[in-house]
C-alpha cells in the first residue's frame, strides 16, 4: 500500500471528496466492546488482514515474522502455521491457506489442518496482495507490473496455474469482489473488472489524491467505496460511476472495512489513535455511528460473519476484535 510521506508528494495526496450526506443511525443494542487479541507478542507490521469465509476465520500475515495466524473470531483460538519472513497477504478456503511471499515472489500454499507446505508458484514480478475469488480462482497483485495475475487451483493433490492476467492503468493496491465483478484502485480511481471475461470495464474518480487499500462493494446499494492515501479519506461511488460523498476520518493513510449485510462501513487512518463506524445509505450519505479508541497504528482490517470488525495493532503484534451494536441501515 502506498503511503504519501514525502513532502513533495503532499500536494498530489490531497483528497477533494464531496460531502459525506446524510444516513439515520439505527438502533444499537449497546456499546462497541474491544477486545485485544495477542498473536506476535511484539511490535509488528501488518499490511493485510482478512476473513475466509470457507474457513470461518481471520487470517493475519504480519510480515517479518515467519509466521501467520488463524483466528477464530468467536473463541479468538490462534492457530500459527510457519511461513517465510517474506509472507505478508494470505487468503484461505476450507482445505488450504494461500500466502504471498513478497520476498521471493511466488504464492506459497499450506495445509489448513497441519501447517505443511504443500506446493508453491513462482511469479515474475514482486506481488503485492492475493485473494480467492468466487470462482475458485486466485487472483494476485503485480503493482511493479501494473497488472493482476489469475491463477487456478487443481486439488488432489493441491496445484497451481497461472492462467490469464489482467492489466490495470496503474500500480493495483487491494482486491475486492462482488456479484460478478472484482475492484481494485489505482492513482485516485476505482477500478471495476468484469470477472468472466477478465477484463477492465470501468474506471471512475473516487475523490482521493491518491489510492490506498482495498476497495469496498455494497452490491445490495449498487456502491464501492475507493480509500484515499492521506487524511484517513474514502470516495463513494455508484455502480455506474457517479462520486457521490465523501468522509475523511483523520490520520494518515486509510484502512477500510465494510459489512455488506447491514451496510457499515469501517475506516481509519493509519496512523491515527481511532476507527470510525459509519453507517451508509442507499444514496451513498454516511454518517459516524461510533468512533472507537485504539492504538495509533494498525494498517490492515476486515469483518467476520458475527458482526465484529478487526484492526491490527502494530504497536503489539497483535489484532483489535470490535463488536458493532448497531443494527443495518434502511
Known amino acids: 500500500m502506498t503511503r504519501c510521506v514525502l513532502v513533495l508528494a503532499l500536494v498530489a495526496c490531497g483528497n477533494d471528496l464531496p460531502p459525506s450526506g446524510s444516513c439515520a443511525v439505527p438502533a444499537a443494542s449497546g456499546e462497541p466492546v474491544v477486545t485485544q487479541v495477542p ?23 504480519p510480515e517479518g515474522v515467519g509466521r501467520l ?21 494470505a487468503d484461505a478456503d476450507a482445505q488450504y491457506v494461500y500466502a504471498l511471499d513478497r520476498r521471493n515472489d511466488q504464492i506459497v500454499v499450506y495445509d489448513v489442518r497441519d501447517g505443511g507446505v504443500l506446493t508453491s508458484l513462482p511469479l515474475d514480478g514482486n506481488p503485492d496482495y492475493i485473494r480467492l475469488a468466487p470462482d475458485g480462482e486466485l487472483w494476485v497483485t503485480l ?12 486439488s488432489d493433490p493441491v496445484s497451481l496455474t ?18 460478478g465483478r472484482g475492484y481494485t ?19 471512475h474518480d473516487t ?8 476497495p469496498q462493494v455494497d452490491d445490495g446499494y449498487g456502491l464501492v467505496i475507493g480509500g484515499c492515501a492521506a487524511s484517513g479519506g474514502a470516495g463513494v461511488v455508484s455502480r455506474d460511476g457517479e462520486l457521490l460523498t465523501g468522509f475523511e476520518a483523520g490520520g494518515d ?19 491515527g489513535s481511532d476507527l470510525a463506524m459509519l453507517a451508509v445509505c442507499p444514496d451513498g450519505g454516511m454518517t459516524e455511528m461510533a468512533r472507537v ?28 476484535r470490535v463488536s458493532d451494536p448497531f443494527a443495518s441501515t434502511k
Not at 485516485?188 to 468472466?196: K, Q
Not at 484502512?255 to 451496510?263: E, K, N, Q, S, T
Request: aromatic share 6%; net charge negative; proline share 3%.
Open 39 to 61: 498473536l506476535v507478542g511484539q511490535a509488528a507490521t501488518f499490511d493485510d488482514l482478512h476473513f475466509a469465509p470457507a474457513l470461518g476465520k481471520v487470517v493475519a500475515a
Open 69 to 89: 495466524f488463524l483466528v477464530d473470531p468467536e473463541t479468538l483460538e490462534v492457530q500459527t502455521i510457519g511461513t517465510s519472513g517474506g509472507t505478508a497477504s
Open 143 to 154: 503493482p511493479g507490473k501494473d497488472r493482476i495475475d489469475v491463477v487456478a487451483i487443481t
Open 162 to 179: 497461472r492462467v490469464g492476467s489482467i492489466a490495470i492503468s496503474g500500480a493495483p493496491e487491494g482486491l475486492t469482489f462482488g456479484n
Open 185 to 203: 484502485q489505482t492513482g485516485g480511481r476505482a477500478v471495476t473488472i468484469d470477472l468472466a471475461e477478465r477484463l477492465v470495464i470501468g474506471e
Open 207 to 214: 475523490g482521493c489524491g491518491a489510492s490506498h487499500g482495498f
Open 253 to 271: 493513510a486509510a484502512v477500510l472495512a465494510y459489512d455488506g449485510a447491514r451496510h457499515h462501513f469501517y475506516l481509519r487512518g493509519d496512523p
Open 293 to 320: 479508541q485504539i492504538s495509533d497504528e494498525g494498517h490492515a482490517s476486515t469483518v467476520d460473519d458475527l458482526g465484529n470488525v478487526w484492526v491490527a495493532d502494530a504497536t503489539t503484534g497483535g489484532l483489535f
